[in-house]
């Protein structure tokens, strides 16, 4: 799992492949989580929020709370196997790549954003701080199975050269 050095034909170390990886991370952390949290939302209220003060109102029940910190989570790890994944190689130098800039959005779409105050402090704190180890875990885990494959490949190889197959 240890990070190769960079391919032949990289950019700085970057693969176009580990670059879509990021992406695509990006992107499923955004939709997943987003379309939770609305299916969330739209399936405990009664009546259809109709503006952004009462749709947080609804979110901000601590059952929807726990469960934000349940999916997030999941979508935190799942986003950083998959960039992993798509990246193909150097799992944790491009899970970084995705955890920073994840980390970053979340922390200036929390900071900066009007909207932040309709979030609790706590769970803003939360997200900020746990995402991007999250997405870390995500990637070390992807990293961890591609050395298993990878070791369990090679002795299939052995035999098949020894046995006179290629």
Known sequence: MADDPP?????????LRGIIGVMGGLVL?????EVLETALVASTTDVRPTDLASYYAARNQ?????????YNSLTALWSGYMTARVAGEREMYYGSMVAFVQTAELAWRFL????A???PAWMRAFLVLSTGPVML????????????????VEPERESDV?????
């Open 7 to 15: 391919a032949v034909g990289s950019w700085g170390g970057l693969t």
């Open 29 to 33: 952390y955004l939709v997943v989580s």
């Open 62 to 70: 601590g059952p929807i709370l726990g469960a934000k910190l349940a």
């Open 112 to 115: 900066m954003d009007d909207n």
């Open 117 to 119: 105050t309709f979030t």
């Open 137 to 152: 875990l995500g990637a070390a885990i992807r990293g961890r199975a591609r050395v298993a494959q990878d070791a369990s």
């Open 162 to 166: 020894l046995n006179g197959r290629n």
